[in-house]
Protein backbone atom coordinates (compact mmCIF):
# COMPACT_ATOMS: atom_id res chain seq x y z
CA UNK A 1 0.00 0.00 0.00
CA UNK A 2 3.04 2.51 0.40
CA UNK A 3 3.78 2.33 -3.04
CA UNK A 4 0.76 3.95 -4.29
CA UNK A 5 0.40 6.31 -1.47
CA UNK A 6 3.70 7.93 -2.41
CA UNK A 7 2.36 7.92 -5.95
CA UNK A 8 -0.42 10.07 -4.90
CA UNK A 9 2.13 12.91 -3.50
CA UNK A 10 3.16 12.73 -7.07
CA UNK A 11 0.18 13.52 -8.79
CA UNK A 12 -0.76 16.17 -6.44
CA UNK A 13 2.32 18.22 -7.76
CA UNK A 14 1.93 20.41 -10.52
CA UNK A 15 29.85 11.87 -30.32
CA UNK A 16 31.58 13.64 -33.40
CA UNK A 17 30.67 12.41 -37.12
CA UNK A 18 33.93 11.68 -37.77
CA UNK A 19 34.00 9.07 -35.50
CA UNK A 20 30.34 7.25 -37.10
CA UNK A 21 32.29 8.03 -40.39
CA UNK A 22 35.22 5.47 -39.16
CA UNK A 23 32.92 2.92 -37.63
CA UNK A 24 31.05 2.46 -41.12
CA UNK A 25 33.91 1.95 -42.95
CA UNK A 26 35.55 -0.37 -40.67
CA UNK A 27 32.39 -2.50 -39.35
CA UNK A 28 32.52 -5.91 -39.96
CA UNK A 29 31.79 -7.31 -42.99
CA UNK A 30 29.08 -9.20 -40.93
CA UNK A 31 26.79 -6.99 -39.48
CA UNK A 32 26.87 -4.63 -42.83
CA UNK A 33 25.67 -7.95 -45.20
CA UNK A 34 24.10 -10.73 -42.68
CA UNK A 35 22.16 -13.25 -44.78
CA UNK A 36 19.46 -14.57 -42.90
CA UNK A 37 16.95 -16.58 -43.13
CA UNK A 38 14.01 -18.21 -41.13
CA UNK A 39 13.85 -22.03 -41.02
CA UNK A 40 11.99 -23.46 -44.18
CA UNK A 41 8.13 -24.18 -43.35
CA UNK A 42 9.16 -28.50 -44.53
CA UNK A 43 11.57 -28.31 -41.26
CA UNK A 44 8.98 -26.67 -38.69
CA UNK A 45 5.53 -27.95 -40.05
CA UNK A 46 6.51 -31.54 -38.29
CA UNK A 47 6.62 -30.07 -34.86
CA UNK A 48 4.05 -27.10 -35.67
CA UNK A 49 1.10 -27.23 -33.39
CA UNK A 50 -2.61 -27.44 -34.77
CA UNK A 51 -3.67 -24.19 -33.01
CA UNK A 52 -0.83 -22.20 -35.02
CA UNK A 53 -2.94 -23.57 -38.42
CA UNK A 54 -0.47 -22.62 -40.58
CA UNK A 55 -0.52 -24.48 -43.91
CA UNK A 56 1.76 -23.30 -46.17
CA UNK A 57 5.43 -21.45 -46.16
CA UNK A 58 3.60 -17.92 -47.52
CA UNK A 59 1.66 -17.91 -43.38
CA UNK A 60 4.61 -18.96 -41.79
CA UNK A 61 6.73 -16.24 -43.27
CA UNK A 62 3.91 -14.18 -42.54
CA UNK A 63 4.06 -15.55 -38.93
CA UNK A 64 7.77 -14.63 -38.73
CA UNK A 65 7.78 -11.55 -39.23
CA UNK A 66 5.16 -10.66 -37.22
CA UNK A 67 7.03 -12.94 -34.18
CA UNK A 68 10.02 -11.69 -35.10
CA UNK A 69 8.68 -7.88 -34.25
CA UNK A 70 6.36 -8.84 -30.97
CA UNK A 71 10.25 -10.47 -29.65
CA UNK A 72 12.27 -7.05 -30.28
CA UNK A 73 8.77 -5.13 -29.00
CA UNK A 74 10.01 -6.72 -25.41
CA UNK A 75 13.14 -5.40 -25.20
CA UNK A 76 11.58 -1.73 -24.14
CA UNK A 77 9.62 -3.92 -21.20
CA UNK A 78 13.04 -5.41 -20.45
CA UNK A 79 14.37 -1.58 -20.29
CA UNK A 80 11.78 -0.74 -17.84
CA UNK A 81 12.21 -3.28 -15.83
CA UNK A 82 16.29 -2.04 -15.82
CA UNK A 83 15.28 1.21 -14.16
CA UNK A 84 13.65 -0.66 -11.04
CA UNK A 85 16.77 -2.00 -10.94
CA UNK A 86 18.71 1.54 -11.31
CA UNK A 87 16.17 2.85 -8.75
CA UNK A 88 16.36 0.29 -6.17
CA UNK A 89 20.55 -0.59 -6.02
CA UNK A 90 22.09 2.50 -8.47
CA UNK A 91 24.91 4.97 -6.34
CA UNK A 92 25.31 6.95 -9.61
CA UNK A 93 22.66 9.19 -8.19
CA UNK A 94 22.07 9.16 -4.78
CA UNK A 95 23.75 8.24 -1.65
CA UNK A 96 20.42 6.82 -0.18
CA UNK A 97 21.42 3.44 1.03
CA UNK A 98 19.97 0.47 -2.02
CA UNK A 99 17.11 -1.34 -1.10
CA UNK A 100 16.80 -5.15 -1.73
CA UNK A 101 12.85 -5.52 -3.35
CA UNK A 102 12.25 -8.13 -0.22
CA UNK A 103 12.50 -5.00 1.53
CA UNK A 104 10.22 -2.34 -0.29
CA UNK A 105 8.10 -2.12 2.49
CA UNK A 106 10.38 -1.30 4.89
CA UNK A 107 12.04 1.32 2.96
CA UNK A 108 8.76 2.85 2.06
CA UNK A 109 8.06 3.42 6.10
CA UNK A 110 11.69 4.78 6.17
CA UNK A 111 11.28 7.68 3.63
CA UNK A 112 14.53 5.57 1.71
CA UNK A 113 12.15 4.72 -0.79
CA UNK A 114 10.77 8.57 -1.38
CA UNK A 115 14.19 9.82 -0.93
CA UNK A 116 15.59 7.43 -3.89
CA UNK A 117 12.86 8.57 -5.79
CA UNK A 118 13.64 11.95 -5.72
CA UNK A 119 16.89 11.63 -6.13
CA UNK A 120 16.35 10.08 -9.76
CA UNK A 121 14.16 12.66 -10.74
CA UNK A 122 16.60 15.26 -9.75
CA UNK A 123 18.87 13.09 -11.46
CA UNK A 124 17.20 12.85 -14.84
CA UNK A 125 16.31 16.79 -14.97
CA UNK A 126 20.16 16.94 -15.05
CA UNK A 127 22.28 14.06 -15.89
CA UNK A 128 24.85 15.35 -17.08
CA UNK A 129 27.41 12.99 -18.43
CA UNK A 130 25.42 9.96 -16.55
CA UNK A 131 25.09 7.71 -19.38
CA UNK A 132 22.43 5.61 -17.32
CA UNK A 133 20.22 8.28 -16.38
CA UNK A 134 20.77 9.73 -20.16
CA UNK A 135 19.30 6.35 -21.49
CA UNK A 136 16.47 6.58 -19.03
CA UNK A 137 15.46 10.20 -20.05
CA UNK A 138 15.37 8.51 -23.34
CA UNK A 139 13.34 5.85 -22.01
CA UNK A 140 10.65 7.87 -20.82
CA UNK A 141 10.42 9.83 -23.42
CA UNK A 142 9.44 7.17 -25.68
CA UNK A 143 6.54 5.90 -23.02
CA UNK A 144 5.77 9.69 -23.36
CA UNK A 145 6.70 10.61 -20.18
CA UNK A 146 8.68 14.60 -19.85
CA UNK A 147 11.59 13.52 -17.41
CA UNK A 148 11.74 17.57 -17.04
CA UNK A 149 8.78 17.17 -15.06
CA UNK A 150 9.35 15.81 -11.73
CA UNK A 151 5.55 14.80 -11.32
CA UNK A 152 5.65 13.14 -14.00
CA UNK A 153 8.40 11.22 -14.00
CA UNK A 154 8.14 10.49 -10.26
CA UNK A 155 4.42 8.51 -10.45
CA UNK A 156 5.90 6.63 -13.37
CA UNK A 157 8.74 5.31 -11.66
CA UNK A 158 6.81 4.39 -8.70
CA UNK A 159 3.94 3.57 -11.14
CA UNK A 160 6.66 0.82 -12.86
CA UNK A 161 8.18 -0.14 -9.46
CA UNK A 162 5.31 -1.21 -8.36
CA UNK A 163 4.60 -3.04 -11.30
CA UNK A 164 7.52 -5.57 -11.48
CA UNK A 165 7.17 -5.60 -7.59
CA UNK A 166 3.75 -7.85 -8.59
CA UNK A 167 5.54 -9.13 -11.76
CA UNK A 168 8.20 -11.11 -9.31
CA UNK A 169 5.90 -12.42 -6.88
CA UNK A 170 4.22 -14.42 -9.71
CA UNK A 171 7.80 -15.21 -11.06
CA UNK A 172 8.92 -16.42 -7.74
CA UNK A 173 5.78 -18.25 -7.53
CA UNK A 174 6.85 -20.12 -11.49
CA UNK A 175 10.74 -20.33 -10.31
CA UNK A 176 9.46 -22.64 -6.89
CA UNK A 177 7.66 -24.80 -9.18
CA UNK A 178 10.23 -25.50 -12.20
CA UNK A 179 12.54 -26.31 -8.69
CA UNK A 180 9.64 -28.78 -7.84
CA UNK A 181 10.07 -30.34 -10.93
CA UNK A 182 14.14 -31.23 -9.82
CA UNK A 183 15.62 -34.60 -8.77
CA UNK A 184 18.20 -34.92 -6.87
CA UNK A 185 19.64 -38.07 -8.91
CA UNK A 186 18.92 -36.63 -12.30
CA UNK A 187 21.74 -34.08 -12.64
CA UNK A 188 19.48 -33.11 -16.13
CA UNK A 189 16.75 -31.67 -14.22
CA UNK A 190 19.16 -28.73 -12.97
CA UNK A 191 18.22 -27.37 -16.52
CA UNK A 192 14.74 -27.41 -15.87
CA UNK A 193 14.25 -23.98 -15.52
CA UNK A 194 11.36 -24.21 -18.04
CA UNK A 195 9.91 -20.97 -19.82
CA UNK A 196 10.06 -18.73 -16.29
CA UNK A 197 10.52 -15.38 -18.56
CA UNK A 198 8.57 -15.68 -21.04
CA UNK A 199 5.84 -13.27 -20.50
CA UNK A 200 8.70 -10.76 -19.05
CA UNK A 201 10.37 -8.16 -21.06
CA UNK A 202 13.99 -9.09 -22.26
CA UNK A 203 16.21 -8.11 -20.50
CA UNK A 204 19.91 -7.46 -20.86
CA UNK A 205 21.29 -8.15 -17.02
CA UNK A 206 24.28 -9.90 -17.17
CA UNK A 207 26.70 -11.04 -14.63
CA UNK A 208 30.01 -13.06 -14.32
CA UNK A 209 28.49 -16.44 -12.93
CA UNK A 210 27.35 -17.67 -16.37
CA UNK A 211 31.10 -16.98 -17.63
CA UNK A 212 31.92 -19.06 -15.22
CA UNK A 213 29.63 -21.79 -15.74
CA UNK A 214 31.05 -21.75 -19.73
CA UNK A 215 34.70 -22.28 -18.64
CA UNK A 216 33.98 -25.39 -16.50
CA UNK A 217 31.61 -26.89 -19.50
CA UNK A 218 34.15 -26.34 -21.78
CA UNK A 219 37.27 -27.44 -19.21
CA UNK A 220 34.66 -30.61 -19.24
CA UNK A 221 34.20 -31.15 -23.43
CA UNK A 222 38.09 -31.03 -23.79
CA UNK A 223 38.80 -33.59 -20.84
CA UNK A 224 36.36 -35.82 -22.23
CA UNK A 225 37.92 -35.14 -25.98
CA UNK A 226 34.64 -33.99 -27.52
CA UNK A 227 36.53 -30.73 -28.30
CA UNK A 228 40.11 -30.61 -29.03
CA UNK A 229 43.30 -28.18 -28.71
CA UNK A 230 43.15 -25.87 -31.23
CA UNK A 231 39.93 -26.64 -32.53
CA UNK A 232 38.11 -23.97 -32.20
CA UNK A 233 38.41 -21.33 -35.05
CA UNK A 234 35.17 -19.80 -35.32
CA UNK A 235 32.32 -19.38 -32.25
CA UNK A 236 29.00 -17.19 -31.63
CA UNK A 237 27.78 -16.06 -28.17
CA UNK A 238 24.09 -15.44 -28.57
CA UNK A 239 22.76 -12.55 -26.08
CA UNK A 240 25.84 -11.68 -24.23
CA UNK A 241 24.01 -8.57 -22.03
CA UNK A 242 24.80 -4.84 -21.71
CA UNK A 243 26.01 -4.46 -17.80
CA UNK A 244 23.38 -1.54 -17.43
CA UNK A 245 22.64 -2.74 -13.61
CA UNK A 246 21.98 -6.30 -12.60
CA UNK A 247 18.74 -7.77 -11.00
CA UNK A 248 20.34 -9.23 -8.32
CA UNK A 249 21.56 -6.97 -5.39
CA UNK A 250 25.12 -8.92 -4.97
CA UNK A 251 26.14 -7.87 -8.43
CA UNK A 252 24.02 -4.25 -9.31
CA UNK A 253 27.20 -1.75 -9.91
CA UNK A 254 26.23 1.63 -12.42
CA UNK A 255 29.59 3.60 -11.27
CA UNK A 256 31.43 2.29 -13.73
CA UNK A 257 30.89 2.50 -17.75
CA UNK A 258 28.14 0.24 -19.40
CA UNK A 259 30.06 -2.75 -20.68
CA UNK A 260 29.65 -6.30 -21.99
CA UNK A 261 31.48 -9.53 -20.29
CA UNK A 262 30.49 -12.50 -22.04
CA UNK A 263 32.41 -12.21 -25.73
CA UNK A 264 35.58 -11.45 -24.01
CA UNK A 265 35.45 -13.99 -20.95
CA UNK A 266 34.37 -16.80 -23.50
CA UNK A 267 37.62 -15.85 -26.18
CA UNK A 268 39.75 -15.72 -22.86
CA UNK A 269 38.41 -19.24 -21.67
CA UNK A 270 38.98 -20.71 -24.89
CA UNK A 271 42.35 -19.40 -25.06
CA UNK A 272 43.26 -20.42 -21.34
CA UNK A 273 42.20 -23.78 -22.21
CA UNK A 274 43.77 -23.97 -25.98
CA UNK A 275 40.78 -24.86 -27.54
CA UNK A 276 41.57 -21.68 -29.61
CA UNK A 277 44.66 -19.99 -30.37
CA UNK A 278 44.93 -16.12 -29.31
CA UNK A 279 45.09 -14.37 -32.75
CA UNK A 280 42.94 -17.01 -34.83
CA UNK A 281 39.40 -16.68 -32.68
CA UNK A 282 36.42 -15.09 -34.93
CA UNK A 283 33.75 -14.43 -32.63
CA UNK A 284 30.69 -13.49 -33.66
CA UNK A 285 28.59 -11.58 -31.11
CA UNK A 286 24.10 -12.13 -32.08
CA UNK A 287 22.17 -10.07 -30.69
CA UNK A 288 18.20 -8.35 -31.50
CA UNK A 289 19.47 -5.48 -29.36
CA UNK A 290 20.36 -2.20 -30.98
CA UNK A 291 21.98 -1.24 -27.62
CA UNK A 292 24.31 -4.36 -27.25
CA UNK A 293 25.26 -4.15 -31.23
CA UNK A 294 25.91 -0.56 -31.10
CA UNK A 295 28.23 -0.61 -28.11
CA UNK A 296 30.01 -3.53 -29.63
CA UNK A 297 30.34 -1.50 -33.33
CA UNK A 298 31.96 1.19 -31.27
CA UNK A 299 34.09 -0.91 -29.61
CA UNK A 300 35.67 -2.50 -32.72
CA UNK A 301 35.78 1.34 -34.43
CA UNK A 302 37.67 2.08 -31.37
CA UNK A 303 39.77 -1.22 -31.30
CA UNK A 304 40.73 -0.39 -35.55
CA UNK A 305 42.48 3.48 -33.70
CA UNK A 306 44.33 0.99 -31.47
CA UNK A 307 42.03 1.35 -28.35
CA UNK A 308 41.91 -1.11 -26.04
CA UNK A 309 38.48 -2.39 -24.01
CA UNK A 310 38.36 -2.48 -20.23
CA UNK A 311 36.42 -4.55 -18.43
CA UNK A 312 35.31 -3.71 -14.49
CA UNK A 313 35.40 -7.03 -12.14
CA UNK A 314 34.01 -6.08 -9.05
CA UNK A 315 33.02 -8.39 -6.27
CA UNK A 316 31.61 -7.79 -3.35
CA UNK A 317 32.30 -9.99 0.11
CA UNK A 318 28.57 -10.28 1.20
CA UNK A 319 28.09 -13.44 -0.84
CA UNK A 320 31.50 -15.19 -0.63
CA UNK A 321 32.63 -16.99 -3.22
CA UNK A 322 34.53 -20.67 -3.44
CA UNK A 323 37.97 -21.49 -4.28
CA UNK A 324 36.89 -22.02 -8.03
CA UNK A 325 34.87 -19.20 -8.47
CA UNK A 326 37.44 -16.79 -6.78
CA UNK A 327 40.43 -18.42 -8.81
CA UNK A 328 38.52 -17.85 -12.20
CA UNK A 329 37.62 -14.31 -11.29
CA UNK A 330 41.21 -13.45 -10.54
CA UNK A 331 42.51 -14.96 -13.93
CA UNK A 332 39.30 -13.47 -15.95
CA UNK A 333 41.01 -11.74 -18.87
CA UNK A 334 43.97 -12.36 -18.39
CA UNK A 335 44.14 -14.64 -21.87
CA UNK A 336 43.01 -11.65 -23.86
CA UNK A 337 44.62 -8.37 -22.03
CA UNK A 338 46.20 -7.01 -18.95
CA UNK A 339 45.41 -5.35 -15.48
CA UNK A 340 44.22 -2.11 -15.87
CA UNK A 341 43.06 0.70 -12.92
CA UNK A 342 39.50 -0.31 -11.47
CA UNK A 343 37.32 2.71 -11.17
CA UNK A 344 37.05 3.63 -7.78
CA UNK A 345 33.86 2.37 -5.98
CA UNK A 346 31.74 4.37 -4.08
CA UNK A 347 32.76 4.72 -0.44
CA UNK A 348 29.41 2.97 0.40
CA UNK A 349 31.03 -0.51 -1.15
CA UNK A 350 33.26 -1.09 1.82
CA UNK A 351 33.58 -4.74 1.31
CA UNK A 352 34.08 -4.47 -1.89
CA UNK A 353 37.13 -6.37 -4.09
CA UNK A 354 38.06 -4.55 -7.55
CA UNK A 355 39.87 -5.38 -10.72
CA UNK A 356 39.79 -4.24 -14.49
CA UNK A 357 41.26 -5.66 -17.74
CA UNK A 358 41.93 -3.84 -20.45
CA UNK A 359 41.27 -6.09 -23.49
CA UNK A 360 44.20 -6.02 -26.29
CA UNK A 361 42.78 -4.49 -29.59
CA UNK A 362 43.88 -7.43 -31.77
CA UNK A 363 40.94 -8.98 -29.87
CA UNK A 364 38.66 -6.48 -30.01
CA UNK A 365 38.90 -6.23 -33.68
CA UNK A 366 37.76 -10.16 -33.64
CA UNK A 367 33.86 -9.50 -32.64
CA UNK A 368 31.42 -9.46 -35.48
CA UNK A 369 28.28 -7.81 -33.80
CA UNK A 370 25.13 -9.59 -36.25
CA UNK A 371 21.64 -8.16 -35.56
CA UNK A 372 20.05 -11.54 -35.04
CA UNK A 373 16.81 -13.40 -33.70
CA UNK A 374 17.91 -17.29 -33.22
CA UNK A 375 14.76 -17.75 -31.89
CA UNK A 376 13.22 -17.50 -35.36
CA UNK A 377 16.67 -16.73 -37.83
CA UNK A 378 19.84 -18.19 -38.77
CA UNK A 379 22.99 -17.52 -40.93
CA UNK A 380 23.14 -18.82 -44.19
CA UNK A 381 27.18 -19.91 -43.54
CA UNK A 382 28.77 -22.08 -46.15
CA UNK A 383 30.24 -25.28 -44.54
CA UNK A 384 33.71 -23.06 -43.88
CA UNK A 385 31.91 -20.49 -42.09
CA UNK A 386 29.82 -22.52 -39.60
CA UNK A 387 30.49 -22.30 -36.08
CA UNK A 388 32.80 -24.62 -33.69
CA UNK A 389 31.00 -23.52 -30.46
CA UNK A 390 28.13 -21.24 -29.90
CA UNK A 391 27.13 -20.27 -26.41
CA UNK A 392 24.02 -18.47 -25.35
CA UNK A 393 22.94 -18.32 -21.15
CA UNK A 394 20.22 -16.96 -19.68
CA UNK A 395 18.37 -16.30 -22.88
CA UNK A 396 16.25 -18.95 -23.57
CA UNK A 397 14.44 -19.03 -20.43
CA UNK A 398 12.33 -16.12 -21.78
CA UNK A 399 10.39 -18.13 -24.42
CA UNK A 400 8.07 -20.80 -24.68
CA UNK A 401 8.39 -24.12 -25.72
CA UNK A 402 7.84 -23.81 -29.12
CA UNK A 403 10.22 -21.13 -29.59
CA UNK A 404 12.82 -22.84 -27.87
CA UNK A 405 12.53 -25.49 -30.42
CA UNK A 406 13.08 -23.55 -33.06
CA UNK A 407 16.27 -21.63 -31.32
CA UNK A 408 18.05 -24.69 -30.83
CA UNK A 409 16.86 -25.83 -34.44
CA UNK A 410 18.88 -22.62 -35.65
CA UNK A 411 21.57 -22.58 -33.51
CA UNK A 412 21.88 -26.17 -35.23
CA UNK A 413 22.05 -24.30 -39.38
CA UNK A 414 24.86 -22.47 -37.97
CA UNK A 415 26.88 -25.04 -36.58
CA UNK A 416 29.75 -27.89 -37.92
CA UNK A 417 28.23 -31.15 -37.42
CA UNK A 418 29.21 -33.14 -34.43
CA UNK A 419 29.87 -29.72 -32.09
CA UNK A 420 27.93 -27.57 -29.88
CA UNK A 421 25.51 -24.83 -28.40
CA UNK A 422 26.29 -24.26 -24.95
CA UNK A 423 23.31 -23.46 -22.61
CA UNK A 424 22.42 -23.32 -19.06
CA UNK A 425 18.69 -24.25 -20.00
CA UNK A 426 16.94 -27.65 -21.43
CA UNK A 427 15.34 -26.72 -24.80
CA UNK A 428 13.14 -29.22 -26.30
CA UNK A 429 14.42 -31.56 -28.92
CA UNK A 430 12.75 -31.71 -32.27
CA UNK A 431 12.05 -35.47 -34.02
CA UNK A 432 14.36 -35.95 -36.62
CA UNK A 433 15.99 -32.17 -35.85
CA UNK A 434 19.67 -31.49 -36.01
CA UNK A 435 20.43 -31.30 -32.33
CA UNK A 436 20.42 -33.91 -29.33
CA UNK A 437 21.38 -32.79 -25.69
CA UNK A 438 24.77 -35.14 -25.49
CA UNK A 439 25.86 -34.57 -21.98
CA UNK A 440 25.79 -31.97 -18.72
CA UNK A 441 28.65 -30.24 -16.98
CA UNK A 442 27.32 -30.04 -12.95
CA UNK A 443 28.76 -26.90 -11.25
CA UNK A 444 29.02 -26.43 -7.57
CA UNK A 445 27.11 -23.07 -6.77
CA UNK A 446 30.20 -21.19 -6.24
CA UNK A 447 28.00 -18.97 -3.60
CA UNK A 448 26.60 -22.22 -1.44
CA UNK A 449 23.01 -20.84 -1.91
CA UNK A 450 22.11 -23.88 -4.08
CA UNK A 451 22.40 -27.10 -2.65
CA UNK A 452 21.83 -29.58 -6.00
CA UNK A 453 24.68 -26.75 -8.39
CA UNK A 454 24.25 -25.40 -11.26
CA UNK A 455 24.56 -27.16 -15.01
CA UNK A 456 25.30 -26.10 -18.71
CA UNK A 457 24.17 -28.45 -21.26
CA UNK A 458 25.96 -29.87 -24.35
CA UNK A 459 23.40 -29.74 -27.32
CA UNK A 460 25.34 -31.23 -30.27
CA UNK A 461 24.74 -31.33 -33.99
CA UNK A 462 24.58 -34.92 -34.71
CA UNK A 463 23.16 -34.22 -38.36
CA UNK A 464 25.09 -33.22 -41.24
CA UNK A 465 21.79 -31.50 -43.16
Known amino acids: MLIPMIAARFRCHSRPVVFHLVWFLLAPAALLSADRDFLPFETVKRFLSPEM ?22 LEQGDLDSVVNLLLFGTSFTKEPRIRIDRITEASKAGILRARVDNLVAGLRHPRDNERLLFVQQLLQRQGVDPQDPAQSGLFLLNNLTRVVQERIKLGELVAGAQALRHEDDPGSLLDRGSVFRDRGVSLDTAILPNFLVEQALRDLKKRGLLREGQVARVAVVGPGLDFIDKNENDAYDYYPQQSIQPFALYDSLVRLNLAKGNAVSLSVLDISSRVIEHIQRSVARAATNEGYVIQLPHGGERPWNAEMTSYWQS ?28 RPQVVRNLKPVDLDIVLE ?35 AMLKPGVFLLTNDRLPQVPGGLMRLDGITVV ?17 KTSSE
Open 378 to 412: HLNLSNQEKFDVIVGTNIFIYYDEFHQQLALENAG
Open 53 to 74: RLTGAPEWLAWCRGEDKAIRAR
Open 332 to 359: LGDQVGSAAEPVRPPEAFTALETRAVRV
Open 444 to 460: PDPAGTKGAGLAVGWYR
